[in-house]
């Protein structure tokens, strides 16, 4: 048996970008800044930040790039994948990123004029198994993760 699982916390650090594969499959990826606070030497606390792209795909990718934008926190479940590719000086290179089963939205969008007692309808997740862009789970239901 083996396992390949990653869970995330953290803001998105670029607005989603969305693509299609030749077959019509949506894909999207962003960027997403996980901050790691630790005591420096100095005993003063600061942010060591890690980077991960992440990417969603099908139904789930077209909810990431409707409800989604830089700066929003985000809840990320996927697995670690390799990619292998030669870069523009001809040399092999490696990247890692995350392939998203789940994605939650923790916060809400930032929008003028918006009912803060109306429902967003960025407040939530599209699963593995895509449900048409609905929100699968809500905000609400990352205090019943049992972290």
Same mark, same amino acid.
């Given at each position: 048996?083996?396992?390949?699982?990653? =869970?995330? %916390?953290?803001?998105? $650090?670029?607005?989603?970008?969305?693509?299609?594969?030749? +077959? /019509?499959?949506? *894909?999207?990826?962003?960027? =997403?800044? &996980?901050?790691?606070?630790?005591?420096?030497?100095? /005993?003063? @606390?600061?942010?060591?930040? !890690? @980077?991960?792209?992440?990417?969603?795909?099908?139904?789930?990718? !077209?909810? *990431?790039?409707?409800? =989604?934008?830089?700066?929003?926190?985000?809840? &990320?479940? $996927?697995? =670690? +994948?390799?990619n292998t590719f030669? /870069?523009?000086d001809g040399q092999?290179?490696? +990247?890692?990123? %995350?392939?998203?089963?789940? *994605? %939650?939205?923790?916060?809400?969008? !930032? *929008?003028?004029?918006?009912?803060?007692?109306?429902?967003?309808?960025?407040? $939530?997740?599209?699963?593995?198994? /895509?449900?048409? $862009?609905?929100?699968?789970? +809500?905000? !609400?239901?990352?205090?019943?993760?049992?972290?």
């Amino acid at each position: 048996m083996s396992l390949n699982q990653i =869970l995330l %916390i953290g803001r998105a $650090g670029t607005d989603p970008q969305m693509r299609y594969t030749p +077959s /019509g499959t949506a *894909v999207t990826d962003f960027r =997403l800044a &996980v901050n790691n606070p630790s005591r420096g030497q100095d /005993g003063e @606390w600061k942010d060591n930040t !890690e @980077w991960f792209t992440v990417t969603a795909w099908d139904k789930q990718a !077209e909810s *990431v790039n409707q409800y =989604l934008a830089k700066g929003r926190r985000v809840f &990320v479940e $996927g697995r =670690l +994948s390799t990619n292998t590719f030669t /870069g523009n000086d001809g040399q092999q290179r490696t +990247s890692l990123e %995350i392939r998203a089963f789940r *994605v %939650i939205f923790l916060d809400r969008p !930032e *929008v003028q004029g918006d009912d803060s007692n109306a429902p967003s309808p960025g407040r $939530g997740a599209v699963g593995p198994s /895509g449900n048409g $862009g609905e929100p699968a789970s +809500s905000a !609400e239901d990352v205090e019943e993760l049992p972290w």
